[in-house]
């Protein structure tokens, strides 16, 4: 197993409060279509301010929200007003380009969860965009119980639409429990510890810890030492490269470099039919950072 260990970050906006970033980093781009993971909390909102992301755009990407507690407040330029809230998935397709904003709800006290990031084949990424939400009946068995947001896991099977076999799961798992997950063996699979201590085929992983599992395997054996929350992803090897940069992902540095162009001239105040903005935003766009200075190759 390849233990990814995470990076605080602090997310961008007015009042800015730390994330745990596994993913990407110099050692691994992608796990499956997965290419982004943001873990963070159980934070004090009344010390950190929560999360306050005004409109920023995406595109050629999916973006999947999860909560453990507290709740946020999406708005997106496709016309979708939405809370997020603990075991209900939110997921946000970008495709051609979208914008958003996401802000944590005036009644959340603790707010802990994940952003995670799908990225889009080639084949889709210009798709349109959209929204969907789906609360998953959660399944359980002895000392274990599971919500199957995207793809299908120990009998349960989520509805909502990916772009390419993708798995997203919650994992709650009691002490003592041994646990052995039937998974594809087509799949790779990458298991973030939110809290507790277990190892995943003999091998320790720690809390805020990614580990990541190569294919061929068709189970996943969990030794649960203390009681443990965590998600389960995969999904077949992308094999594809992109460039990811800011909130775009494209397939090279001029096409990137075009959106945020794009997304400078509408936050400037002009027109654009790329990234519309929310209605009713209580805050202004969200400037983009500066290209860097070097040419951004793909990776993957
Ligand atoms: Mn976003």
């Not at 084949?123 to 965009?129: F, G, L, V």
């Not at 639409?161 to 919650?170: C, D, N, W």
């Not at 510890?193 to 277990?198: E, I, K, M």
Request: proline share 9%; glycine share 10%; with cysteine.
């Amino acid at each position: 197993m390849q233990i990814l260990s995470p990076r605080d970050v602090p997310l961008g906006g007015v009042r800015a409060m730390n994330v745990r970033r596994t993913l990407p980093q110099r050692q691994r781009t992608f796990i499956g279509a997965w290419c982004f993971v943001d873990h963070y909390g159980p934070d004090d909102v009344a010390a950190t301010g929560g999360m306050a992301m005004p409109p920023h755009p995406h595109t050629g990407l999916q973006t999947v929200s999860w909560l453990f507690s507290g709740a946020v407040e999406h708005r997106d330029s496709a016309g979708h007003h939405a809370f997020v809230r603990p075991g209900e998935v939110n997921l946000m397709t970008a495709g051609r380009g979208i914008s958003h904003s996401e802000y944590s709800t005036p009644d959340t006290a603790v707010l802990h969860g994940a952003q995670l990031w799908l990225a889009l084949p080639d084949t889709y990424r210009h798709t349109d965009p959209g929204f969907e939400h789906y609360v998953p009946e959660p399944v359980s068995g002895d000392g274990w119980q599971a919500r199957v947001f995207l793809g299908s896991l120990l009998g349960s099977t989520s509805p909502v639409r990916t772009f390419s076999p993708v798995l997203g799961a919650e994992l709650r798992l009691q002490a003592g429990t041994t646990l052995q997950v039937p998974v594809d063996a087509s799949y790779e699979h990458g298991l973030l510890l939110d809290s507790g201590s277990l190892t995943v085929d003999g091998e320790a992983l720690k809390a805020h810890e990614l580990g990541h599992l190569e294919p061929g395997r068709d189970t996943v054996e969990i030794v649960v030492a203390e009681d443990a929350l965590l998600l389960l992803l995969g999904g077949p090897p992308f094999g594809e490269r992109i460039v990811m940069w800011w909130n775009f992902i494209g397939r090279d540095h001029d096409e990137v470099a075009a959106y945020r162009a794009q997304w400078q001239h509408r936050v400037d105040g002009g027109d654009d039919d790329r990234f519309p903005l929310p209605t009713d935003d209580p805050m202004d766009p969200l400037p983009a950072p500066a290209l860097p200075h070097v040419q951004m190759l793909p990776r993957g």
